[in-house]
């Protein structure tokens, strides 16, 4: 059986959609869990709705602790032998389950990812890598590292056994990035198969994820900075080159998201948030060094480079540039 969890907020506009693409799964197995997480709309009567016409459908209704506390309770309530997730404001494709718990059968896996589509305002997006199995931990570290495996936990099948308990970090988001290593490292074998089989919402209004608020930014830089931590501390992979490179990329990339958009942010909120900003200097002046950006594209070594100085000048420079920047990739669309 396949335990399904649902987080739900404030998506009443989508809920029956996900609901039902998960009801008519041609995998009958399911467990379908809806948290309802203290939902200020009419949600939980939707979902209580559904429970009523499927016996496969239990609801909880609990006091908001977000999306993280949410799915933590699910995976409590779960009894299945393996687990899913599917955000309440997305939906997936029939066989979904049905492809991934064959395949998990088949090759004895504690982790199937599949390819998902991008549905935003005007067009959809397939992400997808190609089919692979990988037989130990390590390499489906790296693989996740280099994104041959996606770092988000809704597109995938875990065996529960292997997936560890109230494993999401309250209160923060970004955290598929916190989580995913550490799924990973409890596997002995996952398999990716290319099929996009989970349709993610990237358009929704009031979705977190989208917030360029500087606490989101910040959230983002916490995650990639603890990743970099745990691996640094473990002695399997602390002398693996490619590892450690990888994960100083990321942090990165994220260093210079947050001195990209600093400049949309009060100054309010760069004082409340200035010893996290310090914190990415120290990181980018003791560990970011020219040799390692050698392979790096030219805007992030530049974004970096520049992220030594914390000053109003350096956030409305690298702010313009990245706007333009932004310009030129749509434009090679058109």
């Known amino acids: 059986m396949v335990s399904v969890i649902v987080p739900i907020y404030k998506v009443e506009q989508y809920l029956p959609q996900c609901i039902d693409s998960i009801i008519g799964q041609t995998y009958r197995d399911l467990e379908i869990i809806l948290v309802d997480d203290g939902s200020p709309d009419a949600c939980g009567r939707i979902s209580d709705e559904y429970a009523k016409k499927d016996k496969r459908v239990k609801v909880y209704h609990k006091e908001n602790g977000g999306l993280s506390d949410a799915r933590n309770y699910g995976i409590r309530m779960a009894t299945g032998e393996y687990l899913g997730f599917v955000d309440s404001d997305d939906w997936i494709e029939p066989d979904m389950f049905e492809t991934l718990v064959s395949t998990a059968e088949k090759n004895i896996a504690d982790i199937v990812s599949c390819g998902f589509f991008r549905e935003g305002p005007e067009n959809t997006v397939v992400n997808s890598n190609d089919d692979m199995k990988f037989t130990n931990s390590a390499n489906l570290v790296k693989a996740l590292l280099r994104d041959d495996i996606s770092v988000f936990v809704w597109n995938k099948l875990y065996r529960k056994s292997r997936f560890p308990q109230s494993a999401f970090s309250k209160g923060h988001v970004y955290e598929d990035i916190v989580i995913m290593h550490k799924v990973l490292l409890m596997a002995t074998c996952g ?140 434009a090679l669309h058109y």
């Open 191 to 330: 398999v990716n198969i290319s099929k996009p089989l989970y349709h993610y919402r990237t358009n929704r209004s009031g979705s977190i994820n989208q917030s360029r608020s500087m606490e989101n930014l910040i959230d983002y830089w916490l995650a990639h900075k603890s990743r970099y931590d745990y691996f640094l501390a473990d002695r399997q992979f602390n002398k693996d080159k490619e590892i450690i490179d990888k994960l100083r990329f990321w942090c990165a990339l994220a260093i210079a998201r947050t001195w990209r958009w600093c400049y949309s942010n009060t100054q309010k909120e760069i004082i409340k948030y200035s010893s996290f900003l310090e914190e990415m200097q120290s990181f980018a002046k003791n560990n970011l060094s020219y040799s390692d950006m050698k392979v790096w594209p030219l805007h992030l070594k530049f974004t970096i480079f520049l992220a030594r100085f914390k000053n109003p000048f350096v956030f409305a420079l690298l702010y313009y540039l990245s706007q333009m920047y932004r310009k030129g990739i749509h």
